[in-house]
């Protein structure tokens, strides 16, 4: 077991946990941050993507040890207090999830899709979230979402 210190949500904490110990383990388990999910465990289907640093990462193949001084945003850190962030909002509007299991990670590769391109074309959305799964097959209505998160973000809502 080793410690490190992380940033996560803005809150800095320390955690002991094995080096190699994954990310999503570490906060699900020690921060008692359940939004991102397990599923495949094999960095497939999205249902963990987190912020590491602003990118997106997959946290359950993610190594704790690497997360070194880069920032960690979960979906539980988007909102800011009861105003949900533009993606969250925009999901809910849009009714873009079913079951709701891939939704935070669905909603936290979008962020990461608007904070590296605020205005995606529907074409640069399929590509930028073609790596998560919707196993309902809400994707029409995930894009539709988006597309209206970056009318928000890029201010021109």
Known sequence: MQDFKLIVNGTETT???DPS???LSVLREQLHLTGSKYACGEAQCG???VLVGGEAARSCVFPVRDVGQHD???IEGLSNGAHLHAVQQAF???S???CGFCTPGMIMASVALLNRNPKPSVEEVRTGLAPNVCRCGAYSRIIKAVRAASQQVSGNA
């Open 47 to 49: 249902a963990c993507t």
């Open 96 to 98: 873009a999830f079913q």
């Open 21 to 23: 110990a994954s990310l």
């Open 92 to 94: 809910l509007d849009a």
């Open 15 to 17: 955690v002991s946990a």
């Open 72 to 74: 960690v945003q979960t």
